[in-house]
């Protein structure tokens, strides 16, 4: 191999180096947008008054308490003193921004909602409380869940159907 192919050579393993460190963010973003969640365009949507509140991955919203092994454990209902994993919903997936609990016998898992000030989210959870027109909408802190709060509004929502 002569000096003109070694460079040639060296020439292109280093623009595919180049290459590949200019297209690596890009790629992880692809991976961010194909999961934002929008709506179904050749679904019907409806137009509900529903109470919505807030709820984070805490004891306090979600019903949990330390037991002397210092292990998650539910604080009351029928599962009391159970083994609780927190965050851990309904549908078997962790609670995130756009995670939504509601009475599954109106809105049923995977149902779609857009609420003003929130944005778009999926029904993926339920709870005890959280019966008829109510649903209640996951954030990531307490202090966000309590700055929510109740309120009673329009949201839009699409069906899985």
């Keep these: 191999m002569n000096i003109q192919n070694k460079k040639i050579f060296i020439w292109r393993r280093i623009s595919v180096?180049?290459?590949l460190i200019l297209l690596i963010p890009f790629s992880n973003a692809c991976t961010v947008f194909q999961y934002q969640l929008r709506p179904p365009i050749v679904k019907p949507h409806k137009v509900e008054t529903l109470q919505v509140t807030a709820y984070c991955a805490c004891g306090e919203c979600c019903g949990w308490e330390y037991n002397r092994f210092n292990k998650p454990v539910y604080s009351y209902g029928p599962r009391k003193g159970k083994r609780k994993i927190v965050g851990k919903t309904v549908?078997?997936?962790?609670?995130?921004?756009?995670?939504i609990a509601a009475d599954t016998k109106l809105y049923p898992?995977?149902?779609?909602?857009y609420i003003k000030g929130y944005g778009?989210?999926?029904?993926?959870d339920r709870g005890s409380?959280?019966?008829g027109k109510h649903i209640d909408i996951f954030f990531k802190s307490h202090e966000q869940a309590m700055e929510w709060g109740n309120q009673t509004m329009e949201v839009t929502i699409w069906l899985p159907r």
């Design 120 to 124: 778009y989210g999926t029904v993926e």
């Design 17 to 19: 180096i180049i290459l």
């Design 129 to 131: 409380a959280i019966q």
């Design 109 to 113: 898992m995977g149902t779609i909602m």
């Design 91 to 99: 549908s078997g997936i962790m609670a995130h921004a756009g995670t």
